[in-house]
């Protein structure tokens, strides 16, 4: 089992850019698959970034790619997320999560959840 705390929100102005860390408990962090997700207000859980335990293979959704980079430290249990040329649109809650195995993108994909950090994105 593993347990995850999300860190680093906040408010930043559109064209800016946000470092999310999220730090997991345990000694087999390089067993899990990580993924980052986002919420907004009234909307699904949606799917940003992938990786893999071992860091070599990452996967985004288009909304993102070519802007976020997913990151991970294994010796110090922490995955990244570092988000650049911020847009509006990409306000919501922030949620790390945790599989075993190889990474997906379907929320229900991934039974160990963080509790979310907020970003805000001001035009």
């Known amino acids: 089992q593993v347990q995850l705390v999300e860190s680093g929100g906040g408010l930043v102005q559109a064209g800016g850019s946000v470092r999310l860390s999220c730090a997991a408990s345990g000694r087999t962090f390089s067993s899990y698959a990580m993924g980052w997700f986002r919420q907004a207000p009234g909307k699904e859980r949606e799917f940003v970034a992938g990786i893999s335990g071992g860091g070599g293979s990452t996967y985004y959704a288009d909304s993102v790619q070519g802007r976020f980079t997913i990151s991970r430290d294994n010796a110090r249990n922490t995955v990244y997320l570092q988000m650049n040329s911020l847009k509006p649109e990409d306000t919501a809650v922030y949620y790390c999560?945790?599989?075993?195995?190889?990474?997906?993108?379907?929320?229900?994909?991934?039974?160990?959840w963080g509790q979310g950090t907020q970003v805000t994105v001001s035009s």
């Open positions: 999560a945790a599989r075993i195995g190889w990474y997906a993108s379907s929320p229900a994909s991934y039974p160990y």
